[in-house]
């Protein structure tokens, strides 16, 4: 008998040397997806080699929030303000990306994993958008109990990511001090903050969602893309 819930691989951050955090334990994002309907399988740090055997297991992949990607992927020199760089995840997970696509299986990135995916299809970050972007900026790099965390997002009224939010505008949170810069091949933006920072990318013909803000720190109510990441998988199983 077949897996009555789609299984989701989970990518995280390489473990510390201390072996904590989410890199092992999933964090929010386990009991998030859980939740959602989602059966969860956190993908380990392996070799780009091993993604296809991965991917081959899954029924759609989750890239998780982070540090930065190493702009040599979007060719740019590393900027003094990156952060995080770990260049053996961009490698696996770009590695994971692929192997996805060649599966036709749903691609859903959170904050960092969002960047990956615009990065993945020939994309480009700010790698600082307080100092980068040519436009004035609210502050989004909020810590993750700051009160100040939340601001609004408008969503595109033609893509289905409103349906799945029942509402034109949202409330979301902001924990990044990078973002979407050059669009990747393909991909189209769904939701803009109010400065006019790119909050959610979609793919026009592959099942492929970022979102900029994480929805696994929201009340289940406000997880609605984590709901619609979970039914993207579901409608591709039933195929």
């Not at 994971?96 to 904050?111: E, N, S, T, V």
């Not at 990511?161 to 979407?180: C, K, L, M, P, Y």
Request: with cysteine.
């Amino acid at each position: 008998m077949g897996r009555e819930k789609p299984m989701i691989g989970l990518s995280l951050e390489t473990p510390g040397p201390d072996q904590q955090g989410a890199g092992v334990s999933g964090g929010h994002y386990v009991p998030a997806l859980t939740e959602a309907g989602g059966d969860v399988r956190l993908l380990p740090p392996a070799s780009p080699s091993d993604a296809m055997a991965l991917v081959s297991e899954i029924d759609g992949l989750c890239l998780s929030g982070g540090g930065d990607m190493n702009p040599s992927h979007y060719g740019e020199a590393l900027s003094p303000l990156a952060d995080g760089i770990d260049d053996a995840r961009d490698e696996r997970e770009l590695a994971l990306m692929r192997a996805a696509r060649g599966r036709g299986i749903p691609i859903f990135g959170i904050c960092r994993g969002c960047q990956v995916i615009n990065v993945g299809y020939g994309g480009s970050l700010y790698q600082d958008l307080a100092t980068e972007a040519p436009f004035p900026t609210r502050k989004h790099n909020h810590k993750a109990d700051d009160p100040d965390r939340f601001h609004p997002v408008r969503l595109d009224a033609s893509h289905h990511v409103s349906r799945a939010a029942g509402a034109a505008e949202v409330v979301v949170n902001t924990h990044h001090h990078q973002a979407v810069a050059r669009l990747g091949e393909g991909l189209k933006v769904i939701a803009w903050a109010d400065d006019g920072v790119v909050e959610a990318i979609a793919h026009v013909e592959e099942p492929v969602l970022g979102v900029q803000w994480h929805p696994e720190r929201l009340d289940p109510p406000d997880r609605w893309a984590i709901e619609l990441f979970i039914s993207m998988c579901e409608a591709i199983r039933a195929r």
